[in-house]
């Protein structure tokens, strides 16, 4: 590899290749949980979080995190599983809406392992008590400090050589019934603290035997090789990506992490093996805040609608105290701060020359631009989707105020009530008013002159979008989020 020279004035608008894959631009929106789970609705649903952000002129949607398992391995509740062709075929609705704007759409695989709601909760764990909870090596130390103070419940099986093989084989079976459904990527989830990211870190990861530690790397990179290898064998020559993370530094005593300078070889290395692209993202080992920045999200852990979830959740109130508490600490170490990634991702470019994608904390078109050629090839938003999923509209195109911005205000009240069960929608009333004002001016309609440069959909479709913006959560922030008729479009993040 020899890294990508900085290319000076490339800008959002400009079109990029992942793999083969054209994009018309250069915006994605990130993997965000939809929440769509596997019922009846599920598709139309996901229709419904996703086609807005492509009629308005993404160039590339991130679908949330899939299971590649019809059992266990869901990190969080109404996670859609892929296991089922029948399912997976239905799917093609999804991705021909996509396509009908000239959008691509990549599907992110993903197994929790010991992440997943059989080992952290509570009321799922009762219900499913016969579930296997899989892991890389014997969980670490506060692990299982947290199992004594009943805050997780362990009884892991880890994983045999022959499991390890068998679960990138699914990953691979998953990613054939994606690419005949009309997906055009295959993203593989390695950074949002599920198993594969537990292959990587020396953290979780004590194995013996090839899936253990690299020490070229000073990461396990031999799972994601082999998922390589498999999505190659069943899906073909399909763009494939992966986050790739790197894990803040743990306290003295706690264990290893995988830092910076490991996650720039394991790019190396995964760009060698095949992979078309990466995106990486500063994590940690925990299940924490550490990969949206932003503040303690009061509202939402406050809520009365949620307790019962948060109860289901965490076994019962007190408990669910502790954790808002643990929550609350841990804002201080992960307040929000603009394009915390880019630095990384900087590194990264400089070292391999597949596309770098860059997400977490970019907000503004200026800064976007500002980014890439330099830092990063690609650049996403996660969390503002869900308070605009028309945003491209107002960051796309060659006369948009350098300044505007998203409205996501990175409180994070979306974030936590997916742990009580909730959808995943913007939950502040404020932030929703002020994109109700936004579409009430018509910002989220692409201009005619956009569609034909840029290739995002025009006429009819933007207008349907436009109409739809997604999900609104229940209750009084759904009904902010049409618009308060007096505004004005103008202030901070509001240029149209
Ligand atoms: C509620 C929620 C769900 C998320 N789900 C996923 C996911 O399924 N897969 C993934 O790789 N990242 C997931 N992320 C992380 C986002 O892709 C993104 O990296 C993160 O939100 C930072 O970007 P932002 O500051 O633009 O929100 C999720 C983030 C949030 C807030
Ligand atoms: S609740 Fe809304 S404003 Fe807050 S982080 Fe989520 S999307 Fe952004």
Redesign the pocket.
Known sequence: MTGTAPTAGTTLNDPVTIGGLRLHNRLYR????ECAGNGPDAVDALIADLEPAAASGAGLI?Q??TIVRGEGGC??PG?TRVHDPAFVADLSRLTDAIHAHDSRIAI?L?HGGLRSMEVWHAGYRRANSDLEQLAVSRPPRILRLLDRLGFLDLSPRILSTADVEALAADFGRAAARAVDAGYDAV?V????MGIVQQFCSPFYNRRTDRFGIDPDVGAGVAFLELVAEEVRDRAGDVPLMT?VPSERPTLPGIGPHLGDDEAVRTCERLAEHGYDAV?P?RTSVFWDMS????EFPAAAWRDPRFRDGYRDAFGSLPRAAAVAVGNWIESFAYD?EPG?NRDLCRRVRERVDVPVCC?????ERAEMDDALGVDADLV???????AEPALPARLLGHDVDPGVK?V?E?C?N??VA?AAGEA?VCRTPAVLERAGRLRKHGAYVPSPTDSIEGGAGGGDEVEAADGDEGRAADGDEGRAADGDEGGSAGGDGMSL
């Open positions: 990130a993997p965000l949980l991130h949330g995190a990190a969080a996670m992110q993903e993203h989830a390695g950074a949002n986050k995106v993202v990969v949206v920045r932003g929000f915390w997400e977490g904390g970019l907000r996403g938003m996660g969390r503002p989707f869900y998203a996501c990175n994070n979306c974030a997916q995943g």
